[in-house]
């Protein structure tokens, strides 16, 4: 497979405008897991030093696992790099819906940074409700900025350990293969076993499962 080398990579475009503008903290924001039917939704939040530059930055969809695990490790020895990782479990999901959730996480994330407060933030997706700092909402902001695709890699890397877990736990669901999201296989093994607590009661291929179990 060849790399498209006309793609661009996440920039410091973002950070660099919100510093000009008197913003000292910029966060990027970015969360994994608002698809799957299992496991729990996580979000993170990365502040990079103003000199950061760690090669092979990226959007971690466009990543491999491995390519990821390794840029998380190099992250972890960054030098003022700050970041906070939150976690929101299949219960409250079910209890306040998917995009609530998502939102939820990210203001939790933001506001629990530890070190100076944040105080402005760069989101992936779309604006969120009651943030709690000036914020910049970008649609696929993980390939455009590096604060944001750093927060990807954080997220995403913490899930998927996250569901190799519950793979020990359910050995019988593949949640390490599959994620949690809604694969032919994944679906054929509900359908055969019935969810378990760490599945998404409310949302919909779940729910038939229970109701036809």
Same mark, same amino acid.
Not at 183 to 200: F, N, Q, Y
């Given at each position: 497979?060849?790399?498209?080398?006309?793609?661009?990579?996440?920039?410091?475009?973002?950070?660099?405008?919100?510093?000009?503008?008197?913003?000292?903290?910029?966060?990027?924001?970015?969360?994994?897991?608002?698809?799957?039917?299992?496991?729990?939704?996580?979000?993170?939040?990365?502040?990079?030093?103003?000199?950061?530059? %760690?090669?092979? *930055?990226?959007?971690?969809?466009?990543?491999?696992?491995?390519? &990821? !695990? /390794?840029?998380? @490790?190099?992250?972890?020895?960054?030098?003022?790099?700050?970041?906070?990782?939150?976690?929101?479990?299949?219960?409250?999901?079910?209890?306040?819906?998917?995009?609530?959730?998502?939102?939820?996480?990210?203001?939790?994330?933001?506001s629990s940074m530890e070190g100076p407060a944040v105080n402005f933030t760069l989101?992936?997706?779309?604006?969120?409700?009651?943030?709690?700092?000036?914020?910049?909402?970008?649609?696929?902001?993980?390939?455009?900025?590096?604060?944001?695709? %750093?927060?990807? *890699?954080?997220?995403?890397?913490?899930?998927?350990?996250?569901? &190799? !877990? /519950?793979?020990? @736990?359910?050995?019988?669901?593949?949640?390490?293969?599959?994620?949690?999201?809604?694969?032919?296989?994944?679906?054929?093994?509900?359908?055969?076993?019935?969810?378990?607590?760490a599945h998404r009661q409310s949302f919909q291929p779940v729910a038939q499962c229970?109701?036809?179990?």
């Amino acid at each position: 497979m060849s790399l498209d080398k006309t793609r661009m990579m996440p920039g410091f475009e973002f950070e660099r405008e919100a510093r000009a503008a008197g913003f000292a903290q910029v966060a990027g924001v970015d969360e994994a897991g608002r698809g799957p039917l299992a496991g729990p939704l996580v979000v993170a939040a990365a502040v990079l030093p103003v000199d950061f530059h %760690v090669p092979g *930055i990226d959007d971690s969809k466009r990543l491999t696992e491995k390519r &990821r !695990e /390794l840029l998380f @490790e190099a992250l972890l020895q960054v030098e003022g790099l700050r970041f906070r990782v939150e976690v929101v479990d299949v219960q409250t999901i079910d209890r306040i819906n998917i995009l609530q959730a998502t939102w939820q996480g990210m203001r939790q994330a933001v506001s629990s940074m530890e070190g100076p407060a944040v105080n402005f933030t760069l989101i992936d997706g779309t604006p969120v409700p009651d943030f709690p700092t000036p914020n910049c909402a970008i649609v696929k902001g993980d390939g455009k900025s590096q604060s944001i695709a %750093v927060a990807s *890699i954080f997220a995403k890397v913490t899930r998927d350990r996250i569901m &190799r !877990e /519950l793979a020990t @736990e359910y050995p019988a669901y593949g949640f390490d293969r599959h994620k949690g999201y809604p694969t032919k296989m994944h679906l054929e093994i509900l359908r055969d076993h019935g969810p378990v607590a760490a599945h998404r009661q409310s949302f919909q291929p779940v729910a038939q499962c229970a109701v036809e179990a």
